[in-house]
């Protein structure tokens, strides 16, 4: 089926660091990419979105940039605190059958230590 | 940001019995939400989405009969696993696009955990 992500890997910083996670997409159709942060049993959360025709967007903190040549996109997230310990999933919105779908990747574990 | 509420949190039931969980959005309307499935360490998966008066669209693979949609209300949709299996126990999480302001955002509840023993 369609995905996004290859696999779900485990990214380990110091607090204070600077994180980069990536994520590879598949379907060149889509018009925006979003990441999304998940703390456990709880659903996702909004992050930061990119729409395809840009290829940075800065936020908070964090800063998403996006490379439709080599269908890549990552999420940097500057002086990483233990608050920020979470799974983070990208995600690229299609719209199939009429509707804006969301397809998640795979998800990167970040791990923050003191 | 718009909420989206979904009941229950967690829940446990024997196999065979069906579970009705549902997905509330409080302060807007949706005519469309979307319920994923996500097993332990993996991802969101999207399993269909409702629309408000028409059924419900699943995607390829996803039992229709198993998991019943009903998009009752402009603020309700449920999603109901029939005689539920072990194997179905999973993170089940529902969504609403987002609109006007959050137009690119999609609201999510908080997810139910379903254990079925």
């Known amino acids: 089926g369609e995905s996004v992500g290859l696999h779900l890997p485990t990214l380990s910083v110091q607090e204070g660091d600077n994180s980069i996670i990536n994520c590879a997409y598949s379907?060149?159709?889509?018009?925006?990419f979003i990441w999304y942060k998940q703390e456990s049993g709880k659903g996702p959360q909004f992050i930061i979105d990119?729409?395809?025709?840009?290829d940075k967007r800065q936020g908070q903190r964090v800063t998403v940039l996006l490379n439709k040549t080599v269908k890549h996109l990552s999420l940097q997230i500057a002086a990483t605190q233990p608050g920020d310990s979470a799974v983070y999933f990208c995600a690229e919105r299609i719209i199939s059958g009429g509707y804006n779908k969301l397809i998640f990747g795979a998800g990167t574990r970040l791990a923050v230590h003191p | 940001g718009a909420v989206v509420s979904q009941h229950p949190s967690w829940v446990i039931c024997k196999s065979g019995t069906s579970v009705k969980i549902e997905c509330r959005s409080l302060?807007?309307?949706?005519?469309?939400m979307f319920w994923y499935r996500q097993f332990p360490k993996q991802s969101l998966m999207l399993m269909a989405t409702?629309?408000?008066?028409?059924?419900?669209?699943?995607e390829q693979g996803v039992e229709k009969d198993k998991f019943l949609i009903n998009h009752a209300s402009l603020t309700l949709s449920t999603l109901t696993v029939t005689s539920a299996h072990p194997e179905d126990s999973s993170f089940y999480i529902c969504s609403a696009p987002g609109q006007g302001a959050w137009k690119t955002e999609a609201f999510f509840g908080q997810g139910t955990r379903l254990t079925v023993v």
């Open positions: 409702s629309n408000e008066g028409s059924k419900a669209t699943y």
């Open positions: 990119i729409r395809s025709n840009m």
């Open positions: 379907n060149s159709a889509s018009d925006y």
């Open positions: 302060d807007f309307q949706a005519t469309t």
